[in-house]
């Protein structure tokens, strides 16, 4: 089945430093990526994803890379903020929607101000 | 908006209790998931079903069963409740081509 590993585990940054998060999958079949932030106390959010037709996606200071031959994906924050500060969770699933996603073990981001 | 409510966020419970743990969801989806949450592992697939009556067992299944009676809800059950099911349980619910979307939690302690 698939596997999928997250580092860092954490990962402490200066308020406007940027941060990149990476993840490593094992099943080539895998084809939707997702990545979750969870705050504390509150529930997981997606935040942004990608297809495995696309290299690259942004949204304002978020962006996710992917690269199926090595079977590896990033999540990159620029200008990070306080307000970025959670556990960030990477995933992995065949399609969206119907099919398990597998996570990864989560990355503790904390922004220093 | 998506909305998934889980019917607890504080539930404490004594070993071999059986404990029911409800989650619902108002946009129709047709399926639906239940994870667990523990530091440093993840989130980890429980059991999920993709249809009424209908259920697959996930990455961790042991201990746990499920029951979809409604689409709109999808109940765990810890069938005796042990101290290692003690965990912060996740339900998750998705349409067609969509993004999970979560519930806020429920933060079982088993004593």
């Known amino acids: 089945g698939e596997n999928v590993e997250q580092h860092p585990s954490t990962l402490s940054v200066q308020e406007g430093d940027s941060a990149v998060i990476k993840c490593t999958y094992s099943?080539?079949?895998?084809?939707?990526f997702p990545w979750y932030k969870q705050e504390l106390g509150k529930r997981p959010q997606l935040i942004i994803d990608i297809r495995s037709n696309v290299g690259e996606k942004k949204d304002q200071r978020i962006a996710v890379t992917l690269n199926k031959t090595a079977k590896h994906f990033s999540l990159h924050i620029t200008e990070t903020q306080p307000e970025d500060s959670a556990v960030y969770f990477c995933a992995a699933s065949i399609t969206m929607g119907g099919n398990k996603l597998v996570f990864g073990a989560g990355t503790i981001l904390r922004v220093k101000s | 908006d998506v909305k998934v409510t889980q019917s607890s966020r504080y539930l404490v419970k004594r070993t071999g209790e059986k404990v029911f743990l409800e989650c619902v969801q108002d946009m129709d989806h047709e399926n639906m998931f239940w994870y667990r949450q523990d530091p440093g592992l993840g989130l980890r697939l429980i059991y999920f079903s993709y249809d009424v009556k209908m259920k697959e067992k996930g990455d961790i299944p042991e201990g746990y069963s499920v029951s979809r009676e409604k689409k709109e809800r999808f109940s765990l059950i810890l069938e005796s409740a042990s101290t290692n099911q003690t965990s912060m349980y996740l339900c998750a619910s998705t349409g067609l081509n969509q993004p999970q979307h979560f519930g806020d939690g429920t933060r079982l302690s088993i004593l």
């Open positions: 099943d080539s079949a895998s084809n939707y």
